[in-house]
């Protein structure tokens, strides 16, 4: 059995992700220690976080950067730790009161904090969890390009797959013939498989296979996310394509 080769070209690879709100606001006792919950942030809403009225909280955020403070800084005084990982906030207003802050992040990201100034004993120390954007996007990138290869093999695996047999028309490629032969879904991806011929205009007007540029498939789904080319290999095998696009309820797989 000889291998053949898939060229995959990832046509986009971000992903928006957003996390959930987790409210840390309570009216907590005088005595209330101090604060060492992760916390998880959403980019489209506030999250409400107590500090202490007195001393130096201190913020922590994983897997991100901060890269600017945007606040009325009549209300506070804050510090970046070296590491851009670390807020160092005092609250220059009495308790009980409020602060609002929005937080630039290194991945381009801007979040919104509303701090609750509390009458606490001590100092408070809280973790930020911000959405890990970039193993997302690996994790989908890996399950494109997982199914690529399940398609390319002609296997089912984990995948809801429909044979079919479909012409499609390519806007400005009238020599291009393409047709869908396969269609496979799982989760929030879809997939098609087609085979093409080129039929030249000239010559002596039979068909013939050719190598086609990948742009001319990009606007084939306008989700389009991935692209695996097979050039045609054995007798009779038909070179083939195939196309990854997020999936819709109204996409036409």
Known sequence: ???????????????????????SFAHAPLSAVEDK??????????????????????????????????GDTSRYE????????????????????????????????????????????????INIDVPNE??????????????????????????????KDRKVEVAGHPYLTLTQVVSYRYGKLAGAGFTYKVKKPHGNNRDITEPVSVEIFKGIFKDTVAIGMRNSGSAGDEPRVFVVYDYKEDSDV
């Open 37 to 70: 919950r992760d916390l998880r942030i959403s980019y489209l809403s506030s999250t409400d976080i107590n500090i202490s009225s007195q001393g130096i909280n201190r913020i922590h955020f994983e897997k991100a950067k901060i890269i600017k403070i945007i």
């Open 78 to 125: 804050a510090v970046v730790a070296d590491n851009n990982c670390d807020l160092f906030l005092t609250s220059s207003i009495p308790a009980p009161g409020t602060i609002d802050l929005t937080l630039l992040l290194g991945a381009g990201k801007a979040i919104d904090l509303r701090l609750h100034v509390l009458e606490l004993l001590r100092p408070q120390i």
């Open 134 to 163: 970039t193993g997302k996007r690996e994790a989908k990138n890996g399950e494109i390009k997982e199914m690529i290869e399940k398609m390319a093999a002609n296997e089912r695996g984990k995948y809801f797959v429909q044979k």
């Open 1 to 23: 059995m000889i291998k053949r080769k898939i060229r995959i070209f990832l046509i986009l690879g971000v992903l928006i992700a957003g996390g959930r709100v987790v409210n």
